[in-house]
């Protein structure tokens, strides 16, 4: 019999750099894990790391086909720590993750930040901002992305780039803002910054209020530094200092 094993087929991931830093413990530590991610975020600004506000947000739904729930990914971008109320992100209500969250109203998010080997980690009912918050961050936008959130059906098939760039013309003229979503270069879209627009009926944002945060450290040998923050998800304190349970992890 011969002891031949045959060579994996797939790629072979075998090379690694360690983690260096300072670790994290307990007196590092806030009462509200949301008041420490603040300052872990604002470190991380200072240490330019890229877009530390990227987020990994997850939700979960039944499958159309087998009723299963699945899980689906993608990245976006968070717009507001607040910590009262949670984290903001925006939108359009009808793409995969809006649908998905009007029959789940729960997701987790996850940021990695790979300059300074930290993680932090959200789970949490999400609900949605008033259309008042919504304006208001709507307005912040440039004319070009306002634009763009009115003309592109997120998550449904479009054949072509030039279909969706068709779309977006359209939608220009319909708001009476020829150019300025910039497709005829840059400069066409200036004239129209202070053009006031109403956010779509179908767009804006969601806010996260966390019951379970997990903030991790790289170090050495795996030997990984993690906390994770619990409370009771139903309760309404979410800043209440009293109400987050603290333990420490085993990498």
């Known amino acids: 019999m011969s002891d031949f094993v045959p060579p994996p087929t797939g790629t072979q991931i075998t090379s690694h750099n360690q983690y260096d830093t300072a670790g994290l413990s307990s007196s590092d530590l806030l009462p509200s894990p949301l008041a420490l991610f603040q300052r872990w975020f604002e470190s991380a600004q200072g240490q330019n790391v890229h877009e530390p506000e990227a987020m990994l947000l997850s939700t979960v739904a039944s499958s159309p086909t087998d009723g299963t729930p699945r899980p689906s990914s993608r990245v976006v971008l968070l717009k ?14 009808t793409s995969r993750k809006g649908r998905e969250l009007q029959q789940n109203p729960h997701a987790a998010a996850t940021f990695y930040w790979r300059e300074t080997s ?6 949490g009912r999400v609900r949605r901002v008033e259309k008042v918050e919504s304006q208001k961050y709507f307005d912040s936008r440039p004319v070009g992305s306002r634009v763009g959130a009115h003309a592109s059906p997120q998550s449904t098939r479009v054949g072509s780039r030039e279909e969706l760039e068709e779309m977006v013309r359209a939608k220009e003229h319909e708001l009476g803002v020829p150019g300025a979503a910039g497709l005829e270069g840059k400069e066409a879209g200036k004239k129209w910054e202070d053009k006031k627009l109403e956010v779509p009926e179908y767009w804006g944002g969601y806010r996260i209020e966390p019951y379970e945060v997990e903030f991790w450290c790289g170090r050495p040998n795996r030997l990984h530094d993690r906390f994770r923050y619990t409370r009771d998800e139903n309760s309404k304190k979410l800043a209440g200092e009293d109400e987050w349970v603290v333990e420490r992890l085993a990498p």
């Open 80 to 93: 507001e720590i607040h910590p009262k109320e949670g984290l903001t992100f925006y939108t359009n209500y």
């Open 118 to 123: 930290q993680s932090v980690r959200f789970c």
